[in-house]
């Protein structure tokens, strides 16, 4: 596995705040004079994004789609995140610019894992032989559960995953927390509880201590 230090991750439950996060990363980069590819997943490319219609949309007569089996939602994501470092995150590496992905492989540890009852082993395998890089450094934006979702459906549009119940996100929000745990010196907590500027900076100043070792 190998790791790309100047491959940045956000990662969170919803209502998060990542959006903001990433704004001001990509800002901060580009005021140090980098190049900065901002990115997400599922999605990041055209075929990806395709996938992501799959599986965010929300199953209905009028559009047709079903369900997804946890192992089919598992599968699809893998196969949108292969086509996505190879089309955008490897490209923009390899020129030297920084990419920074709303989301990545600890999301499907979290909600295809923990949350769906996926074996981390095989998602662990899919991460080596189907991914084969990880991030330099990953931003956790932890919020609690009814914070979150209060956030994200006050917003409205919700999606198929986003309709879920509140138990399946408290589950993501333990594998992130453990995750975190696991990798502290890779996965840095920020608590997303507090104003979004706050929240901003201090992103802003960890990728600015991981970007002085990144070189």
Not at 91 to 118: C, E
């Given at each position: ?7 940045v991750?956000?990662?969170?439950g919803?209502g998060?705040?990542?959006s903001t996060?990433?704004?001001?990363l ?5 005021a140090?004079?980098?190049e900065?590819?901002c990115t ?6 055209p ?6 219609a799959?599986?965010l949309?929300?199953p209905?007569a009028?559009n ?5 089996a946890p ?11 292969a086509?996505?470092?190879h089309?955008?995150i ?13 989301r990545f492989?600890?999301a499907s540890f ?13 998602i662990?395998e899919?991460?080596?032989n189907?991914v ?5 450094l990953?931003?956790l934006l932890?919020v609690?559960v ?6 994200a ?8 995953i986003?309709s ?5 996100f408290?589950?993501?929000r333990?594998?992130y927390?453990?995750r975190?745990?696991?990798e502290p010196?890779?996965?840095?907590v ?5 104003p ?11 990728l600015?201590a ?6």
């Amino acid at each position: 596995m190998q790791v790309r230090p100047r491959l940045v991750t956000l990662e969170g439950g919803e209502g998060a705040g990542k959006s903001t996060v990433l704004v001001a990363l990509r800002d901060a980069l580009e005021a140090a004079g980098e190049e900065v590819v901002c990115t997400r997943e599922p999605g990041g490319t055209p075929l990806a994004e395709r996938i992501r219609a799959l599986l965010l949309d929300t199953p209905s007569a009028a559009n047709g789609h079903e369900v997804p089996a946890p192992g089919t939602e598992l599968l699809l994501m893998f196969a949108a995140r292969a086509q996505h470092v190879h089309r955008t995150i490897e490209p923009a590496l390899a020129r030297g610019a920084w990419v920074i992905s709303d989301r990545f492989t600890d999301a499907s540890f979290a909600y295809q894992g923990a949350a769906r009852g996926g074996d981390p082993r095989f998602i662990a395998e899919l991460e080596r032989n189907v991914v084969g890089i990880r991030p330099g450094l990953t931003l956790l934006l932890d919020v609690p559960v009814d914070i979150g979702l209060a956030r994200a459906r006050g917003r409205g549009g919700v999606d198929r995953i986003e309709s879920e119940a509140d138990d399946f996100f408290q589950r993501v929000r333990e594998a992130y927390l453990e995750r975190a745990r696991a990798e502290p010196d890779r996965i840095r907590v920020i608590d997303a509880r507090q104003p979004a500027d706050a929240v901003a900076a201090e992103a802003v100043a960890l990728l600015h201590a991981h970007r002085g070792g990144a070189r």
